[in-house]
């Protein structure tokens, strides 16, 4: 890059847009570009001190829920929409930006509709193999679309559009190569375990919030199987679930790690060799970067069912087996350990498999796609 080039990431909302967006603001200014990330939603003042420790670039914007048919909340989201218009047209006037990187959500449409004021190019970011509702009508404005995973409903999107991968963190591109003894070995040191890195470890969490039915059932499961299989345990709980989870783990008898959560993911990751986990886009996205098998349990709840559909993309690979939350009991989940323990070359051959989902140049290949459009 020159230098010279200027890029708006707008993302509000979940994590599962925010981060992405924090990753390609992240590499637009290690490649000496200029970025500046408009921000929207509950959590933006949050997301905005996580954004501003890395030293990106931010304003938050005015929150605005999406539409729905209550006509109160059309009324707040027309309000939002003006707010986040005006707002984000003075931020244009500041920082000129050449192009605007919409990462989905309905908060991404105030600044998206301020780009196409001014003629700004737009391009969009979806992070599931399910494009999203705002995303799809949005590409109708759009030039291109990268998705994560190849999209089950191509034929609703309306620009040009790739499989181009999830950006992730620097710190998990950069920390993918730990070997397992070295991960263990710090993960000891860091939380007073002790993890052997001789033992089969798995990996159990639910998302930045835990997963209640996953918290539930584990401490149970793990209590059916042989105490004497070679097998630990690491289970980030979430914030709010981890004392009663802790409290379940007095009574397994297999050595475990219980956590509220980890801001050092790479170091799960690289000890583990199994994980039980939703099927959150970055979540699968971080699997196959570092080629982890995976016993997935879509959230039934997210939004059109999205997490199913990618679970789906890792099962059809061979990299994972999908357990949906109705069939999620302790029993069927102490199946699914046995069966790992005891077919071991299966389970390498899904972590094979994963690995080869991997596109741990996503961030590069969207910025590339911005500023050196093939037209160009």
Known sequence: MTGSERLVITCGGTGGHFYPGLALARRMMERKGQVLLL????????????????????AVLPSMPSPGKNPVRWCRFLWGLVRGFQQALREFRYFSPQAVLG???????????????????????????????????????????GVAFPAVNADAIHCPWEASGMPLRPELLHAAQLTREEAVVRLNACYGSALKPDRATLLVMGGSQGAQRINEVLPVALRILDPASPLQVIHLTGANKFDAVQEAYTHVAFPALVLPGCDRMELPYSACDLVLSRSGGSTLAELALFGKPAILIPYPYAMENHQY???????????????????????????????YMENTDVWTLRAARALSLGKPDAADDMIDRIFHRPEA
């Open 103 to 145: 990462m989905g959500s309905f908060a991404s449409l105030p600044v998206i509709c301020a780009a196409r004021w001014k003629k700004i190019p737009v391009f969009l970011h979806d992070g599931n193999a399910r494009v999203g509702r705002a995303n799809r009508m949005l590409s109708k404005k759009a030039e291109f679309m």
């Open 309 to 339: 559909d990618n679970a789906c993309i890792f099962v059809d690979a061979g990299a994972a087996v999908l357990l949906e939350q109705s069939g999620c009991s302790p029993e069927r989940v102490a199946e699914l350990l046995r069966d």
């Open 39 to 58: 921000l929207s939603g509950v959590n933006s003042e949050s997301q905005r001190r996580v954004a501003e420790n890395f030293g990106v670039p931010v």
